[in-house]
């Protein structure tokens, strides 16, 4: 059952029939392995006990050599008894260079194959090998010699003769041992166990190691395999190669075709990329045609954007020109009165002047004369002089004259220094600024014409300095506050100028009491070239300006109004105008 | 004036017989070292007694000529080549150079080292030489020096061989009893040494090449080693293998002798005039550790 499990995973399998066929050659070859391994260790352990043996019997040659030489069999029979004592020495036997046994000393053995000394000594005669294996025993030989006598007997005084001395043996007899191969074959026994056990274990950690390997190296493969049987009929191969080779040959066929539909595909493909690009050529065409006609248009847009903007420019100039007009008007008006307050002073100044120049002179004449009648006489003219022109009258009215002159010139003095703070000419860049300056100045030039009746309330808070472009905010501040002096022209009112901080921003609002604001002009009021005053009185680009300027300081401009009441502008400026934004205007109807 | 003519007679004759020219072959059994020792002492004592041509000659008119025997050689051929020299002398060292030159007779030989010379020449009246051992009552006196309770010496011989040494030394040393045991082979020597076995104080080795072989001298060592009995052996060769005393051999003496009976020759002497010379004085040598195992004591004074 199990060998038919075996037999049918290794069929299934090319992998297993590799590993079956590696683990029957490891097998072979150990077993070659280990039968040359213990001929080796037989041969070697032979040798071994022909050379031990050997040594023993020429050992014991040697030592007996003077005793066989005199044939004395009582030392002799000492040490072929003491060889006799070692277990598996079973025959010791000395004999005479003629074959006659001096001395045969044995052991009763089991074996009755125990060459018997005829045998040995057919083989010593015959000059045969010192050592011979029979069936259960060794049986070693050695000669027993003696140095030849010499027969020059100088050699008995001097060592004159080495051939002599060293050379020719004369055999005196033999010795022969017999040994036991019964601790021999014991011993083979247990070398082959011990090499057959250590081959053994070598086999099982080559087997376990080449299994493991060939598991860990054909785990790619068995996964492709389980991956193919999972979705492909099982049996299309007779085992996992052949499942392989069909699942090739079915890719390669799938591939050809897919090949020959992409090829079908891609030459479709290719129909309808020349079809479309004809199309889009001529679509490309007409873009063109119409990119032209666009550049065309664009162009002029351009050309009517430049004029536009040129107009724009123009407009914004004589709102300037305008603005600039109003305030020169102001300033025309303010340094004419100052200058009828002096001119008016200077006739009377002029004749109080002479008075004193008079009377100074004639005191003088009358103080260089000598004393006498004529200098009473010119005293007494003086005196009356004096009388006429009421010299303290005179004083306090050039007192006054001069206070009128000073006054003038002071104002002058104040209207010049407005015009400077409200124009900032020399200043367009961002500087940090008191508004409250720049409002009391820019009143100095609002429209005077329509100031008649009405009445300036200014309520001004507490505000920081702000950082501001001033000529600019001067121009919006002029703008506001025209336009609630227009509004209030007819029947006067009040214009109220309110500062306050409020969330880290200042407030800046103009509360007129005025016409108002009807709710269809309201959104509009900021749109360029949008006016509700008549032809000639405005150019309805003021607020648009005031608008734009407001945005560069990232503030706000707000409109309440109530048609019929009044309204409210209020402009809202973050302290620092170059770094805040605020969000877009509110115009808002009351 | 016949006076002058008698003086200058005189002269030349004398100059005449002083004439030292001498060719000299020496013939070696074979190239050891003992043999070369001899020779060269020989050599050197025969130049140094051989007297000079006029007062500026530094080296007599001497020529030595030495071969080795080797055993591929003809005899007969080297006898021919030596003879068709004209040596002066032969100097035969060893038993084997005296075997090769005994056949000439024409020139005076000479041998040294020889054991047993008797046995090889005979008498024959162009040989003599110096003889290898010095006479044995003289070895057993200088014994007696260092030992003198030796009074029992054993002694295996070969009576054919050496029955003479011991008769000389018995003679010699009348307070010393020799006890003998005459063997006619080596095989014998075991069962001679078991009866010496409480006999004897030492024991005697003598030069008897049937008695003594490389078998019996263990024999011996072995006797000497269980019974506690001192050793003497005739040669220095076997103190280190196990013998107590030995004769030492001065080979350069011996040297110098045969180079004196040379030069008495080249004077005119014949050699059967020149009886065999032998050295007078023995030294022993003595293994130290052995005599401290057997527990020797030697008499002060000892060499």
């Known amino acids: 059952m199990i060998l038919g499990h075996f037999s049918k995973q290794i069929r299934a399998s090319y992998s297993a029939k590799l590993i079956a066929i590696f683990i029957a050659a490891l097998c072979l070859m150990a077993t070659a392995l280990n039968i040359t391994s213990n001929r080796m260790h037989k041969s070697s352990y032979t040798k071994y006990m022909q050379s031990n043996g050997l040594a023993l019997a020429q050992l014991l040659a040697k030592s007996v050599q003077l005793d066989v030489f005199s044939e004395n069999l009582e030392q002799l029979q000492m040490p072929a008894a003491s060889l006799l004592d070692r277990e598996d020495i079973l025959q010791v036997e000395i004999l005479t260079s003629k074959g006659r046994p001096l001395v045969s000393l044995g052991k009763t053995h089991k074996s009755n194959q125990i060459p018997d000394r005829a045998t040995l000594l057919t083989g010593i005669r015959a000059q045969a090998p010192h050592f011979k294996e029979w069936p259960t025993t060794f049986s070693y030989w050695w000669p027993v010699e003696a140095l030849a006598t010499t027969s020059s007997e100088d050699a008995l005084y001097f060592d004159v003769e080495p051939a002599q001395a060293d050379g020719e043996q004369e055999p005196l007899g033999y010795v022969t041992l017999?040994?036991?191969?019964?601790?021999?074959?014991?011993?083979?026994r247990e070398m082959a166990l011990r090499t057959g056990l250590i081959i053994l274990l070598l086999l099982v950690l080559l087997v376990t190691g080449t299994l493991l390997l060939t598991r860990r190296m054909t785990l790619p493969l068995r996964t492709l395999i389980h991956k193919?049987?999972?979705?492909?009929?099982?049996?299309?191969?007779?085992?996992?190669?052949?499942?392989?080779?069909?699942?090739?040959?079915?890719?390669?066929?799938?591939?050809?075709?897919?090949?020959?539909?992409?090829?079908?595909?891609?030459?479709?493909?290719?129909?309808?990329v020349k079809e479309?690009?004809?199309?889009?050529?001529l679509a490309n065409q007409g873009l063109t045609t119409r990119q032209e006609y666009l550049e065309e248009a664009n162009q002029q847009l351009e050309k009517a954007m430049q004029e536009l903007q040129e107009t724009e420019g123009q407009l914004i100039q004589s709102e300037k020109m305008a603005a600039l007009g109003q305030v020169v008007a102001g300033v025309a008006h303010?340094?004419?009165?100052?200058?009828?307050?002096?001119?008016?002073?200077?006739?009377?100044?002029?004749?109080?002047?002479?008075?004193?120049?008079?009377?100074?002179?004639?005191?003088?004449?009358?103080?260089?004369?000598?004393?006498?009648?004529?200098?009473?006489?010119?005293?007494?003219?003086?005196?009356?002089?004096?009388?006429?022109?009421?010299?303290?009258?005179?004083?306090?009215?050039?007192?006054?004259?001069?206070?009128?002159?000073?006054?003038?010139?002071?104002?002058?003095?104040?209207?010049?220094?407005?015009?400077?703070?409200?124009?900032?000419?020399d200043e367009q860049g961002f500087k940090r600024v008191d508004l409250h300056s720049s409002l009391d100045s820019t009143l100095t030039f609002v429209n005077k014409k329509y100031l008649k009746g009405i009445f300036i309330h200014q309520e001004y808070g507490t505000i920081p300095l702000v950082t501001c472009r001033p000529g600019r905010l001067n121009q919006v501040f002029l703008n506001i506050m025209n336009n609630g002096i227009q509004a209030m022209a007819r029947q006067g009112g009040t214009l109220k100028i309110t500062t306050f901080l409020e969330d880290d921003h200042v407030h800046i609002r103009f509360s007129d009491t005025g016409c108002g604001i009807s709710k269809e002009v309201l959104p509009k009021i900021f749109d360029p070239f949008f006016t509700s005053k008549g032809p000639g009185a405005g150019t309805g680009i003021g607020l648009a300006v005031s608008y734009k300027i407001i945005q560069e300081h990232r503030g706000r401009i707000t409109v309440t109004s109530r048609e019929g009441e009044g309204s409210i502008f209020e402009v809202i400026l973050p302290v620092d105008g170059q770094k805040e934004a605020l969000p877009p205007v509110d115009n808002s109807d009351g | 004036m016949l006076n002058r003519l008698c003086l200058t007679i005189l002269i030349l004759c004398h100059t005449a017989t002083a004439s030292y020219g001498l060719e000299v072959v020496a013939v070696?059994?074979?190239?050891?070292?003992?043999?070369?020792?001899?020779?060269?002492?020989?050599?050197?004592?025969?130049?140094?007694?051989?007297?000079?041509?006029?007062?500026?000659?530094?080296?007599?008119?001497?020529?030595?000529?030495?071969?080795?025997?080797?055993?591929?050689?003809?005899?007969?051929?080297?006898?021919?080549?030596?003879?068709?020299?004209?040596?002066?002398?032969?100097?035969?060292?060893?038993?084997?150079?005296?075997?090769?030159?005994?056949?000439i007779h024409d020139i005076p030989i000479i041998y040294l080292l020889v054991p047993s010379p008797a046995e090889i020449a005979g008498p024959q009246a162009n040989i003599t030489g110096v003889l290898l051992q010095p006479e044995p009552g003289a070895q057993f006196r200088a014994l007696k020096d260092i030992m003198p309770g030796a009074k029992r010496v054993g002694v295996i011989y070969d009576p054919a061989k050496t029955a003479a040494l011991v008769d000389q030394a018995a003679a010699a040393n009348s307070g010393t009893v020799f006890v003998r045991r005459p063997a006619r082979s080596g095989q014998e020597v075991p069962d001679h040494l078991a009866s010496l076995t409480g006999e004897i104080d030492l024991l005697w080795m003598l030069p008897?090449?049937?008695i003594l072989s490389p078998q019996t001298a263990m024999s011996f060592y072995r006797f000497a080693h269980q019974h506690q009995i001192p050793i003497l052996a005739f040669s220095e060769k076997y103190l280190a293998r196990g013998a107590t005393f030995a004769i030492q051999l001065d080979l350069e003496e011996m040297g110098r002798m045969a180079a004196l009976l040379a030069l008495r020759i080249k004077q005119g002497k014949k050699p059967q005039d020149l009886p065999p010379m032998r050295t007078e004085r023995v030294t022993l040598k003595i293994n130290r550790a052995l005599t401290d195992k057997l527990g020797l004591k030697l008499q002060e004074g000892q060499p």
Do not use: W
Not at chain 2, 72 to 91: F, M, S, T, Y
């Open chain 1, 178 to 188: 017999l040994v036991s191969k019964i601790h021999y074959e014991k011993d083979i």
């Open chain 1, 228 to 272: 193919i049987q999972s979705q492909r009929t099982i049996g299309e191969g007779h085992d996992d190669i052949g499942l392989l080779d069909t699942t090739v040959t079915n890719l390669i066929k799938d591939l050809d075709h897919s090949f020959e539909t992409i090829t079908n595909l891609k030459t479709g493909l290719e129909n309808q």
């Open chain 1, 276 to 281: 479309r690009t004809r199309q889009l050529a």
């Open chain 1, 334 to 425: 303010e340094i004419n009165n100052n200058i009828n307050f002096i001119s008016g002073a200077l006739p009377s100044l002029s004749r109080g002047i002479n008075d004193l120049k008079e009377l100074t002179r004639t005191f003088g004449a009358a103080c260089l004369e000598e004393p006498g009648e004529k200098q009473a006489e010119m005293r007494l003219k003086a005196l009356a002089l004096k009388k006429e022109i009421e010299q303290d009258d005179l004083f306090t009215s050039l007192d006054e004259l001069m206070g009128n002159i000073r006054e003038g010139v002071k104002r002058t003095i104040r209207i010049v220094t407005d015009l400077h703070t409200f124009s900032r000419a």
């Open chain 2, 28 to 103: 070696k059994s074979s190239p050891a070292q003992p043999y070369e020792t001899a020779l060269q002492a020989f050599s050197k004592e025969l130049i140094a007694l051989s007297p000079g041509h006029g007062t500026k000659s530094i080296q007599p008119d001497i020529t030595i000529r030495a071969i080795s025997l080797r055993d591929d050689e003809q005899p007969a051929e080297l006898r021919h080549e030596i003879n068709k020299g004209k040596a002066d002398l032969i100097v035969a060292l060893g038993s084997k150079a005296l075997r090769f030159a005994a056949p």
């Open chain 2, 208 to 210: 008897d090449s049937t």
